[in-house]
C-alpha cells in the first residue's frame, strides 16, 4: 500500500508521571483538522517497530497517526525500564488520546486506536472507557484470558513458576535491590520472556531495531499473566474491525472477544503468520487497507 508522501514530527506528551515520547505522521499535503488514529505495537516493543510502520502507513492513507513509546520503553521516560505492565500502558494510551484530542492538526471528535497484537488488549480496554475513541482496529490481536495463558505457558506449573519468579522479583525490587531482567527474546534461554523462533525480534533486517532493548523485567510475569482483556469487550460500543489470521496466535481469542463486543463489529481472517503482521509488505498492505476503510467509515 502506498498512497501521499508523508510528514513525520517527533512529539512529547506528559504521561502518567512520565514524559512520553512519539513520533506523528500526517499526510505531507494535508490541511486543516485530520482524523487521528493512536497505533500501538506488541508488548516489549517501540516505536519504530511495528507501530511507527501501521502509523506512517495510516498517515499515506490520510490520517494523523501516532506511533509513541509506553513508558519505561524507548524515548520514553519511567522506570522501571521494560516493565510490562498492562495497567500503565492502558494509562498512557489514553494519555496519547489526550495528546491528539489537542492537537492542531487533529479533528478532537474523530479519534480512532490501532492495536496490534498485544496491546490490542490494552487498545480495548481503554476504548471501553474513553468515549473519545470513536472506532477501534485490531491487528493480530493477542487477546488472551485465564485458560489461555495456561494453555500457553506450560498449564497451572508453569503459570505458577513465572508468578513465583515474578513476585520473588518485585518483592526484591522493593528492597532495593536492581531490577531483574532475562531476555525478551532468546533462542538458547529458556528463561526469556520469549523462548524460540522468534526471527522478527531478532533480525536486524526486520525488528531488532537499534531503539528496541532485548530485555524483560521479571517483575513483569505477575501482571501480565494476570492481564484479561476479555470484560472489556462487553463495554465497547464504538465500531470495532478484528483482523486476524488462523495461523497467528492465539485466533482463538480473537473469536472470543469478537463475539463479546457490544457495539458493531466484523472479524476479517486473512493468511499469514503472526510476524507477518508486524512487517510483511502484503500482510501489512491488506490489514492497513483493511483498517483505513474502517477509520475512514466510522469517523466520517
Known amino acids: 500500500m502506498s498512497g501521499s508522501p508523508v510528514r513525520t514530527d517527533r512529539v512529547g ?36 517497530q511495528m507501530a511507527g510502520l501501521y502509523a506512517r502507513r495510516l498517515a499515506e492513507a490520510g490520517f494523523a497517526a501516532l506511533a509513541f513509546d509506553f513508558a519505561g520503553f524507548g524515548e520514553s521516560g519511567g522506570l522501571p ?3 510490562e505492565s498492562p495497567a500503565r500502558k492502558i494509562r498512557d ?14 479533528d478532537p471528535a474523530r479519534i480512532g486506536a490501532l492495536g496490534i497484537c498485544a496491546s490490542s488488549g490494552y487498545t480495548a480496554v481503554n476504548a471501553a472507557e474513553d468515549p473519545r475513541v470513536r472506532s477501534l ?24 513458576q513465572k508468578l513465583d519468579a515474578g513476585l520473588a522479583a518485585a518483592r526484591g525490587h522493593e528492597r532495593g535491590e536492581p531490577v531483574r531482567y532475562v531476555p525478551a527474546v532468546s533462542t538458547t534461554d ?8 522468534f526471527e522478527y525480534y531478532l533480525d536486524e533486517r526486520r525488528g531488532a531495531v537499534p531503539a528496541w532493548d532485548n530485555r524483560f523485567a521479571v517483575m513483569s510475569w505477575p501482571q501480565w499473566l494476570t492481564f484479561d482483556p476479555h470484560p472489556a469487550a462487553g463495554r465497547i460500543t464504538a465500531p470495532t474491525l478484528l483482523v486476524h489470521s488462523r495461523d497467528g496466535a492465539i485466533p482463538q481469542g480473537a473469536e472470543k472477544f ?24 502484503a500482510t501489512v498492505a491488506e490489514a492497513v487497507a483493511l483498517a483505513a476503510r474502517h477509520f475512514a467509515d466510522a469517523l466520517a
Open 190 to 197: 529458556p528463561d526469556a520472556a520469549m523462548y524460540g523462533p
Open 137 to 160: 482496529a485490531l491487528v493480530a490481536p493477542w487477546l488472551h484470558d485465564a485458560a489461555l495463558v495456561r494453555e500457553i505457558y506450560g498449564g497451572e506449573e508453569g503459570v505458577r
Open 93 to 106: 494510551i489514553r494519555d496519547a488520546v489526550t495528546f491528539l484530542a489537542g492537537h492542531d492538526g487533529v
Open 13 to 48: 506528551f506528559d504521561g502518567d508521571g512520565a514524559a512520553l515520547t512519539g513520533t506523528l505522521y500526517r499526510p505531507a499535503a494535508a490541511q486543516g483538522r485530520l482524523p487521528a488514529v493512536v497505533v500501538t505495537g506488541s508488548w516489549l516493543t517501540v516505536k519504530e
Open 258 to 281: 469478537h463475539a463479546d463486543l457490544a457495539g458493531p463489529k466484523r472479524l476479517v481472517w486473512l493468511s499469514g503468520t503472526q510476524f507477518d503482521f508486524y512487517d510483511r509488505h
Open 81 to 83: 525500564r521494560q516493565l
